[in-house]
């Protein structure tokens, strides 16, 4: 079986991703900051690139501590979590621990690796009512091109939820 990947990120309405250090630019209304962290309770695991790891762990320690927590990485990024240099690695580690769908929450590079692996079937986008200079891009591969359809439009306050599928 195959396993799902969920990609969580806010977006400017310029299209930028807003980053974690961008955030105090706007106030998220309460239920749109927290569904990243959702998300990831219902997956029951969290994948996330050193940086933004980093940022949140300290503050985090007793929701990561109840969920799987995968960094994209490089480097050993500590004893409570599984450090892995790809998406596949990541995607085959999860599914061996019983998993069946791998929760992505950040940052750019990570967001990038699953969509230049072609690894992200779902798409999950808060678009904020504001636009930012200096946040992400959200790309893929040179020359490839990745399809999604329009599954589900929510609003939440002045937030569009925008839910994505593979098409």
Partial sequence: MKMKVQLVANL?????LILAEQSAAYEAPAEISCMGIAK???CGNVV????TYNMFAPMMKEIFSKLEVVVLTSKDAGEDVYSAETPEETVSYLKSKGFETACVLGGTKTYNAFMAAGLADELFFNLFPVVIGG????????GKVLNYKLAETKAKGDVAVLHFVKA
């Fill in 40 to 42: 990831a309770m219902e």
């Fill in 135 to 142: 946040g992400g891009s959200l790309e893929t591969a040179p």
């Fill in 48 to 51: 996330m690139g050193t940086v």
């Fill in 12 to 16: 400017a309405a310029n299209g930028q």
